[in-house]
């Protein structure tokens, strides 16, 4: 007897989410120092002084479960974004959010939509449930509304949208997505995930969206600007009725308490994420001229990270990048061989990224 053979199926199935390489790991391969992580859209900045002082004075209550309601949280999320705490589910990370909402609405015979080249926790999530994911090509790289419209079927039960996407940067116009719940059936729920929010330039509110359209589920996370992933601490923003039932699934304290007294801190701390967004456009573009100096072109990207196309393989690009203490990752597995996604670093880092690629190109020409 295999004991993998009474495992479920579609669990059997399942190819696990690869992260980006720890720098930990890499230096204890290779026994190397001071490499440099451009792999995982981290904020490059470390946290907000006001979040390690939220941390330290946190440390006392570590005996206590964390506040499973997670009150002063969403009270905070509530007031900024001017919604009820009603509407608010807390997630560990926002993946958790997102996990949520499928086994809330999603049985084996359904289906899943979300486009290609979308976040790979869209079908991961979808292999767990057993249902069936529906895939509609990408335009550009980026998600084609209409394309998405066409596959929407009786079985279709949730949908999946990433603005900016990762691991592409593409945007769409928050009018077209606005166009696009129009035409949705308001049976089918809508997960519009904004991991990269912050850093979108968007001036629409799509949080208004959710008085007219109750199927819409809007994630959000403070794993990437907001620079807590280690935390793990993201949320949704919904129908009161929609936050009701993901809550009925949730762990009971899936946020802990350093999760949402950090956040609880980040969230006031508006002048980081200012810092964060400046830092930001100005690494993009220093990546963006340095790569086309390079004679590569990328996808242009409103995100904290580009995927660069780095000619046949990108795999061995991101081998021999190793070699040289740099993480960035390869994004074959979305379908995207010859593209190396890159975060955007600090100033220093993105220089040493780009001399660091230029070498490796060279090395294998
Ligand atoms: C990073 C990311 C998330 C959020 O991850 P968490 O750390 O779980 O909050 C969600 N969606 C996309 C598209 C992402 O890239």
Redesign the pocket.
């Known amino acids: 007897m295999n004991i993998r053979d009474i495992a479920l199926k579609n669990i059997t199935a399942i190819r696990p989410y690869q992260p980006g390489k720890p720098i930990d790991e890499l230096e204890r391969e290779l026994g190397i120092e001071h490499s440099i992580k451009l792999a995982s859209?981290e904020n490059p900045q470390g946290p907000s002084p006001a979040v390690v002082d939220a941390l330290s004075k946190a440390v006392a209550d570590v005996t206590r479960y964390p506040d499973g309601n997670g009150f002063a949280l969403k009270k905070a999320l509530a007031h900024f974004y001017q919604i009820t705490p009603e509407q608010i589910t807390l997630?560990?990370?926002?993946?958790?959010v997102?996990e949520l909402a499928a086994r809330t609405f999603v049985s084996a015979q359904d289906e899943v939509l979300f486009s290609q080249y979308a976040?790979a926790?869209y079908p991961l999530v979808t292999q767990a449930i057993g249902a069936t994911a529906v895939i509609a090509p990408a335009k550009e790289y980026g998600h084609d509304l209409d394309a998405m419209t066409t596959l929407v079927s009786d079985k279709t039960k949730l949908i999946f949208i990433?603005n900016p996407?990762?691991p592409t940067g593409t945007v769409l116009a928050p009018e077209a997505i606005k166009a696009f719940l129009e035409q949705i059936p308001d049976t089918v729920i809508v997960v519009l995930?904004e991991?990269?929010l912050e850093y979108a330039d968007q001036r629409v509110n799509t949080l208004d969206w959710l008085t007219e359209h109750a199927n819409l589920i809007i994630?959000r996370?403070?794993?990437?600007a907001y620079g807590l992933?280690s935390l793990?601490?993201?949320y949704s923003v919904s129908h009161p009725d929609v936050a009701d039932m993901l809550n009925r699934i949730r762990q009971p304290f899936n946020v802990n308490s350093f999760a949402l007294a950090a956040a609880t801190a980040a969230l006031a701390d508006q002048a980081y994420i200012e810092q964060t967004k400046q830092l930001n456009d100005k690494g993009m573009r220093q990546l963006e001229n340095g790569l086309h100096d390079l004679g590569l072109s990328t996808i242009p990207s409103k995100g904290n990270f580009i995927a660069v196309d780095v000619g046949l393989q990108a795999d061995k690009v991101f081998q021999a990048l190793l070699q040289q203490g740099v993480i960035t990752r390869p994004i074959s597995n979305y379908g995207l061989p010859r593209h190396l996604r890159v975060s955007i670093g600090l100033p220093t880092e993105n220089a040493r990224f780009l001399s660091a690629l230029k070498v490796v190109l060279e090395a294998i020409a």
């Open positions: 859209n997630g560990n990370g926002s993946n958790d997102l976040f926790v990433a996407n990762n995930d991991a990269y994630t996370t403070f794993s990437k992933a793990r601490v993201g």
